[in-house]
């Protein structure tokens, strides 16, 4: 490995890290399944959120991201589509906090299990909520047209493609766990309908905000 690469996978590494810790829609959706009390689908989740990282990212090496911003029609297909997810989750826990003793449902995820059904619609949950979510197809169309080195060897590409997936499995599988733990469980169980409805107002703001953009 030359060495005079690891300042750029330290470049990339810091940029998509402060990006994927502003709150968005991966984090409220991940965090609202772990506090309905669902660590295990809150990881999986995680893992899918991981899983469209990586496909943003080997779209953007590959040019074709680029090419998706510049076919109007495409893309804002995939906006609208995000926009209509995030506010469909949106009303869903804006109806969950209205009511007393209901836990919210977020998606099409099952009640807690132990089943591989469970942990694929969670996974699959994450998968759809990012890829839906244009501004990651501009974020690493981006990143990659100021950092990515020209004419950078073979090796280079799988390196940066294992490290986006280790970071965005790694911290959103640590929001999973995070609010997951049983102190934050008896905290959220006592503020379950004030969280649900600011959670489900910020998610409804981001999809109409998603939509209204040009």
Known sequence: MSYHYLPILLQIAVVYLVAAMS?????????????????????????????ASTIWAALAMLGLATVLQKIDWLYNGIRIGGAVYLIYFGFKLLRASAKRGETPVIADTPP????????????????????????????????????????????????????????????????ALMFATERTQRGYRRLRRPIDGLCGAVLVGLGAKLAAES
Do not use: E
């Open 23 to 51: 709150p968005g829609p991966n984090f409220f959706m991940i965090t609202q399944l772990s506090l309905a009390g669902r660590r295990r689908l809150g990881a999986a989740s995680a893992l899918g959120v991981g899983t």
């Open 112 to 175: 807690p299990a132990a089943d591989s059904a469970a942990h694929f619609r969670a996974w699959r949950t994450g998968l759809v909520t990012c890829l839906t979510n244009p501004k990651s197809c501009v974020f690493w169309t981006s990143v990659f047209a100021t950092t990515f080195p020209q004419h950078a060897p073979l090796w280079f590409y799988g390196v940066v493609l294992a490290m986006i997936s280790t970071l965005s499995a790694g911290w959103y599988g640590s929001v």
